[in-house]
Each structure stands twice: as structure tokens, then as C-alpha cells.
């Protein structure tokens, strides 16, 4: 699955991650959704994403570049999930 909103990877654990720009699709329409996250954009020019994954781990929520869907490649998407996820405080 890969489109301009959301994208499917797996890590080294075997973990399938599910990233999904954050609003996209909104209320039904892609118009909708495009306006929610251009006014979700960020600085320079970075948009929400959500990554859930298929196991018992957290949900994380990632700073990327627009575009990031098919701009990044498996491994950067990875790295970018495992360094959000060592970020956080133990709890």
C-alpha cells in the first residue's frame, strides 16, 4: 500500500508499521483532508504522521517532510519510527 497519505513497512522485528499522514481523508472527501493537513504543515514544510503498529507496541507520532509517502524510502521510515520510539520516557 502506497499512496501520497499512508504507507505500510515492517521492521527488522518483524513489526508491520501502518503510517498514515495525520487527517488525511478527512470528512469523506480529499479536499477536506489536503486542507486539514496543509494546516497541520509545520514550519518547514513537515506534516503529522501517525505510525500504528501491528503488534502489542505504541502508536507513534512522527515530524516528516510533505512528500514523505513516497520521499522516504523503508529504511529512513524505520529509522525515523525506532528513533521517535527511544525518545520517550519509559512508561
Known sequence: MTSD???EITDADGTTWRC????A????TSAA????????????GTVAVVCTPSGGAMSVRLSL????ATML???ALVRA?????????EG
Open 5 to 7: 497519505t499512508e504507507r
Open 20 to 23: 498514515v499522514q495525520a487527517f
Open 25 to 28: 481523508g478527512l470528512g469523506g
Open 33 to 44: 483532508g489536503e486542507a486539514a493537513a496543509e494546516r497541520l504543515a509545520e514550519g518547514e
Open 65 to 68: 517532510p510533505k512528500g514523505w
Open 73 to 75: 524510502d523503508d529504511d
Open 81 to 89: 519510527i525506532a528513533d521517535e520510539r527511544a525518545a520517550r520516557p
